[in-house]
């Protein structure tokens, strides 16, 4: 699914490389182009494993966001926490497929600071919907984001960081825009069943 997991099953397995092949992985949301809006000032991170997925990280993100940004919200869809903060909203897990792409077309960005993802299908997903993407710098997030074209890349944990390029991407509405189609075209073109197959 990935050149990292490629990479790890040569090195770490002792398979060899020219019987491995990276295919990636497709998108099981409908895409479809569509006018984006990116002035929702909405944050949407989807997974169900929030630690792993580096929740934590955007939680502390998501309160120096709040210092420059009053009105931006944070959506959070996967687990089931008890957080009472203004700004955030835990929405659980949802299953139903039009329910999800709605949250991921109201969006303004998709954030995952993940601490271990030999994918990623969820940014293939936020992609389809034209979110820009910010997740960690390890891994596969580097093959399917790429730094300054689909979004952004972040050392894991560095909330700081993170909170410096959610604040660009939402005060920069443009730009949200092209990485948002950057990503587009990567699901069009990549990150679909059709050329996986």
Not at 58 to 65: I, Q
Not at 113 to 124: H, K
Not at 155 to 164: E, L, Q, S, V, W
Request: hydrophobic share 40%.
């Amino acid at each position: 699914m990935s050149d990292w997991l490629k990479k790890s099953f040569v090195h770490d397995f002792g398979l060899p490389e020219e019987k491995v092949i990276t295919v990636y992985a497709g998108t099981n949301l409908k895409v479809e182009d569509f006018d984006k809006n990116y002035d929702s000032k909405m944050i949407l991170f989807v997974g169900k494993n929030f630690e792993r997925k580096g929740g934590e990280a955007l939680l502390e993100a998501f309160k120096l966001v709040r210092r420059k940004i009053k009105d931006v919200k944070l959506i959070i869809i996967g687990p089931n926490l008890n957080i009472s903060e203004e700004g955030i909203e835990v929405k659980g897990l949802i299953t139903d497929k039009n329910e999800l792409a709605k949250y991921f077309k109201q969006a303004s960005i998709f954030v995952l600071p993940s601490l271990f993802e030999p994918f990623g299908i969820v940014f293939a997903e936020a992609f389809a919907y034209k979110n820009p993407c910010i997740g960690s710098n390890i891994c596969a997030m580097p093959e399917i984001i790429e730094e300054g074209k689909g979004g952004f890349l972040v050392p894991p944990n560095d909330y700081k960081i993170f909170a410096d390029r959610i604040i660009t991407l939402l005060e920069d509405e443009n730009l949200s825009k092209k990485m948002g189609n950057y990503g587009f075209e990567k699901v069009k073109n990549i990150f679909n069943w059709d050329t996986v197959v």
